[in-house]
């Protein structure tokens, strides 16, 4: 309890838009220092999520996001010899062997990260992993209602009996997408903000801030509060160091 008091106190106050006074690296160093190891594990799960889509931009050529547990050397030796990494990216390395292959199959891993990991995630992080991908999926029915797009298709890698690809597959073929209450504010900034890539990006990451948020609510001077709070502050930073083609590249990954 008093490590977390400590680290939650030393957090400064962040929001969407407004430079940080601290940089996500100082607040894993400060929380690498306060945490024991097995608190520590969490934040590397926390973080696991940007190392899978550094893998998309590693093949991309595209800047990494140095908020993952592995830094670009480490992650092209990773991939290219194994270790700290699932096994259901060795499974997906096997399967396709040519980068382009890769590439035009990512969603699939994306799927796989999901259906393998959350099982295992209990709390905030369970909580935190589903709020992702069930906006990334709203994304995807919104983006392929709006370009007349086979949504079946687009979620081939999906598990169609999970109630949540369901309910968005039974629509696919109704004039307008309607999705769970919980992401009806996801619909209604898509349809205003459509053609502004970044304007858009923009309002789809307070979405995703305001909902860690309810997760840390109730949650003083507790993990999931620091958990909480190095996730917007990640997404905080992110939105720092984004010029407009980057956030029309961001906005592609975050739909796919």
Not at 104 to 123: C, D, N, Q, T, V
């Amino acid at each position: 309890m008093c490590d977390f008091y400590f680290v939650i106190s030393a957090f400064p106050p962040i929001s969407l838009g407004q430079k940080s006074e601290m940089t996500y690296e100082e607040a894993r160093q400060m929380v690498a220092l306060n945490l024991g190891p097995s608190d520590w594990s969490q934040v590397v799960i926390l973080q696991r999520l940007a190392d899978i889509r550094n893998i998309r931009a590693l093949w991309l050529r595209e800047p990494l996001d140095p908020r993952g547990n592995l830094k670009e050397n480490e992650l092209e030796e990773t991939l290219l010899v194994g270790g700290d990494l699932p096994p259901f990216v060795s499974a997906f390395l096997n399967r396709y062997e040519s980068e382009e292959d890769r590439l035009r199959y990512f969603p699939s891993l994306m799927a796989s990260l999901y259906r393998e990991i959350m099982p295992h995630l209990k709390g905030f992080l369970r909580n935190y992993y589903r709020i992702e991908r069930e906006i990334r999926l709203c994304l995807t029915a919104l983006r392929s209602k709006a370009a007349h797009r086979d949504l079946i298709r687009e979620l081939q890698f999906e598990d169609p009996f999970d109630p949540f690809v369901a309910q968005l597959i039974a629509q696919k073929d109704e004039k307008e997408t309607i999705l769970p209450e919980e992401y009806e504010d996801l619909k209604r900034v898509f349809l205003e903000n459509r053609s502004e890539p970044k304007k858009l990006y923009r309002a789809i990451l307070q979405i995703r801030i305001s909902h860690i948020e309810d997760l840390e609510a109730g949650q003083p001077f507790a993990l999931d509060q620091v958990l909480g709070y190095l996730a917007r502050l990640s997404i905080v930073e992110a939105w720092e160091q984004l010029d407009e083609e980057r956030g029309r590249m961001a906005l592609q990954e975050v739909c796919r």
